[in-house]
């Protein structure tokens, strides 16, 4: 795993974007894991950025999307397919024919993450995976107790994370408490994973997930066991990390042409 530790979220949220235009530049057809949520904001303003001012073309790039609320359609102000359009897709050349995020709303949920698995599979797999992490230490809805080899599928949320997220909901009796998510063994299948976290809130979910052992009961701590997974930080998200001196002398060792 590599740590990278930055003093803001803006600088953390620019690099993680320069290795998703590379991959798009060295692979023009690259399949993207797409996460939502309030940290990825900032990468899908870099990634809109260099789509306007430096030409990176999406066109022939496909996305999944790693989870949606169900019983919220596409048009709700709190679906990820609305998170998705207005914080990324409408700015962005990505052809619609080319998105794919779970159906919130599908009546038959298992057939459902079944053909989601065999799309991701038919497209290539996922070349590049983006994750958040909940306070809980959860990745797209897995919450603790998921099975580390998980596939697409539904999920109850924990009270913890149904906390976390009820702001964005305004009345009450509105936040779904079921999701359909990707399974950790989807993520997992992902050739490279991307996983930001800002915020002091955020530190004790990173500190067990990167330090602390590998464990269902936190979710992202499974990256350890994955070949390229760079997890990139602002100060307080690294503020429970005990290795913190170490991943930034690395990083200060590193060639321009790595970052
Ligand atoms: C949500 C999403 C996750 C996200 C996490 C953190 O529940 N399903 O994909 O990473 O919670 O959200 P935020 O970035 O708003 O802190």
Redesign the pocket.
Known sequence: MEIIIQSTPEAASRLAARHIARQIREKPDSVLGL??????RLLYQELIRLHREEGLNFSRVTTFN??EYVGLPPEHPQSYHQYMHENFFRFVNIPISQIYLPDGMTEDVPEFCAAYEDRIQEAGGLDVQI????TDG????NEPSSSLTSRTRIKTLTPQ?LA??ARFFEAEGEQPHH?I?MGIGTIMEARRILLLAFGQQ?AEAVAAAVEGPLTAMVPASILQMHSTAHVFLDEPAAGELTKADYYRWVLEQKPDWQL
């Open positions: 996460a939502t949520g309030s940290t990825p790693l989870d994750l958040g992490i909940g959860h990745v797209g809805f994370t976390d997220n999701v998510t955020k």
